[in-house]
């Protein structure tokens, strides 16, 4: 396949926008993932529109749709894992400032190896 | 402002046999990219234009008892400010989805796009070609070309890695078409074809027998030509083989008659007054100080007495106000297109007068969009990007 590779990086000096370039670097991310949740917007609408044009009304059964009490539990347990990972480095963070455990065991483990 | 919004309504690419046909998730991917882009013109932009008229400017008229001097220091002024750094931010970030997301497409379809070429170009099985290919591996493409990937294009107009190798050119025919959020037609080929339509309004007499394209890429606006005149032996030239040979290949699926050929715009290999009618297309603002006068020259001396040269690109800074140029100006700075603000200084009558041509018969001017008043899109200018009011600017010049 190496016939056809295509190249992806741009000759040239990119500008920087923003006094912290991973402002420039976030703005980038946040696009690229919003682009990413538009193919999956549209991956749903298309199964929609599939559905109905073949007598399933998913739509109109999603509006009707009321989780009972377990997919409620368990919707809510993903949304907290989900979350969780989304704050990972505050939360990392948060386990360095309360008892610099993290800290004082690498300090230990260096030693140990070197 | 922002009034421009209607303007944006998709118009589809019309389909030939070398585009590429995304996959349902690639085509989500660039119709979103489109989006963004259209959405940064009539929900951004405005903004910008808001910010500067309604703030900076009038803090610098208090604190210096005058208005910003010209778009140098309107910049001076913008830069720092957050609207603009977002605006310009996001700008260039639209840019780089924008191909990178057509690059899916291309790399998923490349071996297949190098076959459709090479049968396409053969007319495999439909008759002999109808035009030429001509390439010249010992031409070195010019610095200015090759310096920096020209508006942010990965491996830009020459980039080459396989045998036969056409992917730049599907991803410059695709890209554009994003790029332009579909102003230019379903066949990218407005300027070409409001030039040639602007000739037939202009000099209802004119007949050329031989018309040459200069730095043609993939042929969108080649082939306007070809149907504007369509007993003209027409020929076309680039620097970059891909292109051609996607161009080749393009102009023969849709039936077209061109002779290709890679070579350099300021110095081709046709005899003197060889042709009728020389052009060009958005050709100038991706060249340089020296290539600019050249390609003019050069034009001069191809064309036979009475013969005329076309250029069009987008409007110069004179044609707006000093805001809407330091807009425009961003390509330079954001989009790799070093030459871009300086084209748009340079007096092109004069650079026509210099090269030969008689001053009666040097014509700057704007030749109305032919797509657009066709297709009844009516839009007045606002510079954000590629934003073409409903004109392109054009250099007429008379031999």
Redesign the interface.
């Known amino acids: 396949m190496s016939d056809h590779d295509v190249k992806r990086t741009i000759k040239g000096r990119r500008p920087q926008f923003f006094d912290d370039p991973a402002v420039d670097q976030l703005h980038g991310m946040v696009m690229a993932m919003a682009t990413e949740m538009a193919v999956l917007y549209e991956r749903i609408d298309t199964m929609e529109r599939i559905a109905g044009a073949k007598g399933v009304m998913m739509r109109e059964e999603l509006a009707r749709y009321r989780p009972d009490e377990q997919a409620q539990a368990e919707r809510e347990a993903w949304r907290q894992r989900f979350l969780g990972r989304l704050f990972y480095l505050y939360r990392e963070d948060l386990d360095d400032r309360l008892g610099q455990e993290n800290e004082a065991q690498y300090q230990r483990f260096l030693k140990d190896i070197s | 402002m922002g009034s421009s919004s209607n303007a944006f309504a998709a118009v589809p690419q019309a389909r030939h046999a070398m585009l590429v046909e995304p996959e ?2 690639e085509l ?2 660039q ?3 489109r ?2 882009k259209a959405y940064i013109q009539s929900g951004i932009v405005p903004g910008v234009h808001a910010t500067y008229h309604g703030e900076v400017k009038p803090s610098f008229a208090m604190r210096e008892g005058r208005e910003p001097r010209d778009r140098h220091e309107i910049r001076q002024l913008m830069v720092p400010h957050p609207v603009f ?2 605006y ?3 700008q ?3 840019q ?2 924008l ?3 057509v ?1 899916d497409s ?2 998923r379809e ?2 297949a796009l ?1 076959d459709k070429g090479r049968a396409a170009a053969a007319r495999r099985g439909d008759g002999a070609p109808l035009g030429s290919l001509v390439l010249d591996p010992s031409l070195t493409p010019p610095k200015y070309v090759t ?3 020209i508006h ?5 107009y020459c ?1 080459e ?3 036969d190798d056409v ?1 730049v050119g599907a ?1 410059y025919d695709r890209g554009v078409y994003l790029y332009a959020l579909g102003m230019m037609g379903p066949m990218n080929d407005d300027i070409g074809g409001s030039a040639a339509k602007y000739l037939r309004d202009a000099f209802p007499d004119f007949r050329p027998r031989r018309i040459l394209d200069l730095g043609c890429t993939v042929g969108h606006s080649t082939l306007p030509f070809v149907d504007a005149f369509p007993d003209a032996e027409v020929h076309a030239i680039d620097v970059g083989a891909p292109l051609l040979r996607y161009a080749h290949a393009r102009a023969e699926s849709l039936g077209r008659r061109v002779h290709f050929s890679q070579q350099d715009a300021t110095r081709t290999n046709f005899p003197d007054g060889h042709f009728d009618l020389v052009c060009s297309s958005i050709l100038f603002h991706e060249t340089s100080a020296k290539a600019l006068p050249a390609i003019v020259r050069e034009a001069f001396r191809l064309l036979a007495p009475g013969g005329i040269a076309v250029h069009g690109d987008l409007p110069p800074f004179w044609a707006m106000d000093e805001f809407n140029q330091f807009m425009l100006d961003c390509e330079t ?2 989009n ?1 297109e070093p030459y871009w603000g300086a084209m748009r200084e340079v007096n092109q009558v004069e650079v026509a007068v210099a090269a030969g041509f008689a001053r009666e018969n040097v014509r700057f001017m704007m030749a109305p969009s032919a797509y657009r008043a066709a297709a009844g899109h009516e839009r007045g200018f606002e510079a954000g990007e590629f934003a073409p009011g409903n004109a392109w600017q054009v250099l007429v010049t008379r031999k």
């Open positions: 349902r998730d989500a991917r119709e979103f990219v989006s963004f750094r977002t310009a931010s996001m260039r970030v639209s780089e989805l191909w990178d997301t690059l291309v790399e490349l071996p190098v310096g920096v990937d942010c294009m990965p491996g830009g980039g890695r396989g045998t992917a991803l700075w954001y790799n």
